[in-house]
């Protein structure tokens, strides 16, 4: 294709990326690079149905010429980032310096709020990843082999979780584990101890939220490995028969080989989905026990006094911590394509 | 009187007002209210409502996510609504930013009959009209306590007490609930707390946090004992889940809002039992202090700055007709109305109780919001037994500290 017929070809996709990807980040990463204005604060009276008393307020009128001058806010270079609230790298320093043996250090860390978030949302997506992977693999394979009376209304059951959408879901599953719901109440019954509770301890928390992400994200890998099944040569399936392989091997060094390719596109798009798992941790009022990156923005966004720095500031560490995630898969993908080409 | 009764009588009256009154006497504009959802403001919105007609139209969004939206809603030139209801709380950013006006001269106009405790001034301009009251208070199951021979207690001491003596006599595993759910919830019931113990939360006339001491201390354990009295689900407890609770017969001690008292009180979702033996009482104190361990707070109105001139004053006369005394008599139980023509009512003792104590209000400091947010992220780990109470208050003062250095209230 000459160079003009491409350049137009692509005009549209391309200006539709800067449009909404490349601006946006831009913006993301110039507003966490700012903070808010010098609020100019004066002591008040006011008064109100429960008498008087002297309180600070803002000077809206110094505060608003303050913004005037200076839309974006005060520039503040990379402070944000390594405020206690994300890098955290000034209280890192003081837990290595006053440290009393390597766990304290680890409780000091997981005490600082981006860490926090950090350990959940890693924990989750390296567990959630690779069982999403397997019990999709196994749906599949099971669901090939039946007779196919069975198969529609099977694939249709199968798919249920993800058809839910996840704030509903977990919200459903929430008030199921609650101490009086049936799961809590059936828990109880089979440990025999009343006091369960899979909302209050954060380890149970943890596999609650855990066991969510794999229920609602298997159909998804069940769906592209069901597709994948059908493509298998069945060739090489009967000569691997023939040879004396039994089930198991066939599964091993025929169909598994086959969906390879599938594996890794599963777990590109599930490392990405599950590291910035969100959804679950609102529905199961789980904010207590267990907090995700995305979840710190959301709670930087949701009142009325938005933080968007700070918010930003974590917009970019994630993008960042997703760009890290990606590389080993992309690079095999990479060196996968570049050996094909040659 | 039950709900349906409520609703028919306020439903007549607003049909009636429909009728006698079309436009309230407004020239014209166009009124559009946002506000938080509960059966009071759904009453004051209605009454507003009776206004539309004559080149008048009003039109409400409420929604308890109120807060979310008002300031991205006010800061828009024209604003998306021309009147907001609000509380001493919520007012504070609109206050920071100017989205809303003095409303001296409307008040000058329209509003002479207006009592002057419901002006809310901010260093001498009135900035918005309160029309109710509302706390945190005690709710007891008269029944229980009986079975233990305790009296109703006075003290969050007592409390404790009572609620160990229920649990010990094996009425209930968990006799205490309060909104200790983690964020807002849960920093209120600090807030409650450490008020309660005469703490202050900044250094006066600066954001300099000062809430790691012997107040807050004391604060926290008084709230770890009330937490082990609790249900272990305790962290995601809202006023929802505490209500609920409490009509299930699961509870026989609650600290929860006085708005809630009217839905407890009613003859749904409960036992004929429970609701006859539940008394609203005066929050408790603690730690020999002599004001209640709570925070008083009002909700009112406020009319947006960027909205039309004439906009305003008919917001301002449609939402003074909201709060008329027709309407607060059509509504009498379902709030504590500070206004004229109001009458007591049982669901409204625990309010009245708690005020006369002496309560302080929530404070209006600007930055008090970024406090309350850092003290319901940051408590949690203590109240788990993760944490010392020292660690966990100087975990919210840093917290505190790194949110307010971004938002320009500390350098």
Known sequence: MRHKTFFWFILPSLAAMILFIALPLVSVVLQSLHIEHEQVIVVTENCGPFGCTKESSVDTEATAQLRAEQPLGRFAGLSTYFDRGHLATAEISEAWRTRDGFGDFLSELYNLPFYKALAFTLTYTFLVTPLVIVLGLLIALGVNRLPSLLKGPTIFVSLLPMIIT???????????????????????????????????????????????????????????????????????????????????????YVVIPHLMPLVVFISLIQLMDNFRVFEPIVGFSAQANATSLSYIIYADMRSDLTRFNSAAATSVLTVIGVAILLTPVLLRTWRDFKGKAV | MSIQNVSVISAAAILMGTSAFAGCGIAGGNVSILGNEFAAIQAVADGAKACAGDGVTVESNLNKDYRELQVAALTANPA????????????????????????????????????????????????????????????????????????????????????????????????????????????????????????????????????????????????????????????????????????????????????????????????????????????????????????????????????????????????????????????????????????????????????????????????????????????????????????????????????????????
Not at chain 2, 331 to 359: C, M, Q, R
Request: aromatic share 10%; charged share 15%.
């Open chain 1, 166 to 252: 996840p704030l509903i879901g977990s919200l459903i599953l929430f008030w199921m584990i609650d101490a009086q719901g049936v799961i809590g109440k059936t828990l109880q019954w089979m440990f025999d101890d009343p006091e369960l509770s899979l909302k209050a301890s954060p380890a149970l928390t943890w596999i609650t939220l855990m066991v969510y992400g794999v229920w609602s994200s298997a159909p998804f890998a069940f769906v592209v490995f069901y597709a994948g099944l059908q493509t298998v040569n069945t060739d090489s399936l009967e000569a691997a028969m023939i040879d004396g392989a039994t089930r198991w091997q066939q599964i091993r």
């Open chain 2, 80 to 411: 998306q609504y021309s009147a907001i209801t609000t509380t001493n709380a919520a007012i504070v950013p609109l206050l920071s930013d100017n989205l809303i006006r003095p409303l001296d001269d409307l008040i000058a106009k329209h509003g002479q009959h207006l009592s002057k405790n419901q002006l809310i001034t901010v260093d001498g301009k009135v900035m918005a009209v309160a029309f109710m009251a509302n706390a945190q208070h005690l709710f007891v199951r008269d029944d229980i306590l009986e079975k233990v021979g305790l009296d109703a207690p006075e003290t969050y001491e007592e409390v404790i007490a009572a609620g160990q003596a229920i649990k010990e006599a094996g009425l209930m595993d968990h006799p205490f609930a309060t909104t200790s759910k983690t964020g807002w919830n849960l920093g209120e019931e600090f807030v409650n707390m450490y008020m309660g113990h005469g703490g202050q939360f900044f250094k006066p006339g600066t954001a300099e946090p000062t809430v790691n001491n012997d107040a807050g201390v004391a604060a926290l354990n008084t709230l770890k004992a009330l937490t082990e009295l609790s249900n272990p689900d305790y962290l995601t407890f809202d006023s929802n889940a505490v209500q609920a609770s409490w009509e299930a017969g699961e509870i026989a001690l609650a600290h929860l809002w006085g708005s809630r008292g009217t839905g407890i009180l009613d003859n749904e979702g409960s036992s004929e039992e429970i609701v006859s033996s539940t008394s609203l009482i005066a929050s408790p104190t603690v730690g020999g202090g002599d004001i209640p361990a709570s925070t008083l707070w009002w909700d009112g109105f406020a009319i947006a700055s960027n909205t039309s001139d004439a906009n305003a004053e008919a917001s301002f006369v449609a939402m003074l007709n909201g709060i008329s005394t027709e309407v607060v008599k059509a509504n009498n139980d379902a709030a504590v109305w500070l206004i004229e023509g109001y009458e007591p009512a049982p669901a409204s003792a625990g309010v009245f109780a708690t005020a006369a104590g002496k309560t302080k209000p929530y404070p209006m400091i600007p930055f008090m919001g970024l406090m309350h947010t850092a003290l319901g992220d940051e408590l949690t780990d203590f109240l788990q037994g993760n944490e010392s109470a020292e660690q966990a208050l100087a975990d919210v003062e840093a917290s505190y500290i790194a949110a307010a250095k971004e938002k320009g209230f500390l350098n």
